[in-house]
């Protein structure tokens, strides 16, 4: 099992959308509809921000949407703000009970 | 509100073995399932493994030879124990909870820095 892909950064500026992409195979994000994405500020826990695919958790802003198309999933946030700025991860049902995370891509608000 | 806090040595020698434990307060035990994970600079999020409350357990295909997940269900506690670290076991460990069969994490500990050295 390998990490599944991300880029290592991306940046924008305040008002403005981006989006982070997330490669795994037809084994993981290809065959599960189990896709959940965290926001990590260092030194704080990690924050569940989407969950199969494109859910939102009670209290996440409706400005972070999430989707997939055959075996990439994608995290957008729109509106960019500069409390938006940390470390994102996304992570897949893998099969056989076990889990896959990205490699992590840090969001830099210009 | 629920909260997870955990706890265990901080620094390792190689060879030793890691051992951390996460209390769970407040909420339900028995309906998640509860979840190690780990962080490095180089790997980012490493998924560790699971346990339920009765005790059935996944793992990291990776770690499965070296890690055992154990739970006491008394002490709504769950603990991670990494036998034979080497330096790149040097982590920031983090405790959460999960859902059941959809495998996303709603709830996370502070995270604990694990450093293995000599």
């Known amino acids: 099992q390998s990490a599944l892909t991300q880029p290592a950064s991306v940046s924008g500026s305040p008002g403005q959308s981006i989006t982070i992409s997330c490669t795994g195979t037809s084994s993981d994000v290809g065959s599960y509809n189990l896709v959940s994405w965290y926001q990590h500020h260092p030194g704080k826990a990690p924050k569940l921000m989407i969950f199969?695919?494109?859910k939102w958790p009670s209290g996440v802003s409706n400005r972070f949407s999430g989707s997939k198309s055959g075996n990439t999933a994608s995290l957008t946030i729109s509106g960019l703000q500069a409390e938006d700025e940390a470390d994102y991860y996304c992570?897949?049902?893998?099969?056989?009970?076990?889990?896959?995370f990205g490699g992590g891509t840090k969001v830099t608000v210009l | 509100q629920v909260q997870l806090q955990q706890w265990g040595a901080g620094l390792l020698k190689p060879s030793e073995a890691l051992s951390l434990t996460c209390a769970v307060y407040?909420?339900?035990?028995?309906?998640?399932?509860w979840t190690w994970i780990r962080q490095t600079p180089e790997k980012g999020l490493e998924w560790i493994g699971e346990i339920n409350h009765s005790g059935s357990t996944n793992y990291n295909p990776s770690l499965k030879s070296r890690v055992a997940i154990s739970v006491d269900t008394s002490k709504n506690q769950f603990s991670l124990r990494l036998r034979s670290v080497t330096a790149a076991d040097t982590a920031v460990y983090y405790c959460?909870?999960?859902?059941?069969?959809?495998?996303?994490?709603?709830?996370w500990g502070r995270g604990a820095l694990v450093t293995v050295s000599s």
């Open positions: 959460a909870r999960g859902q059941r069969g959809y495998y996303y994490l709603d709830l």
């Open positions: 407040g909420g339900s035990f028995s309906d998640y399932s």
């Open positions: 199969e695919v494109s």
């Open positions: 992570c897949s049902y893998a099969g056989s009970s076990t889990v896959l």
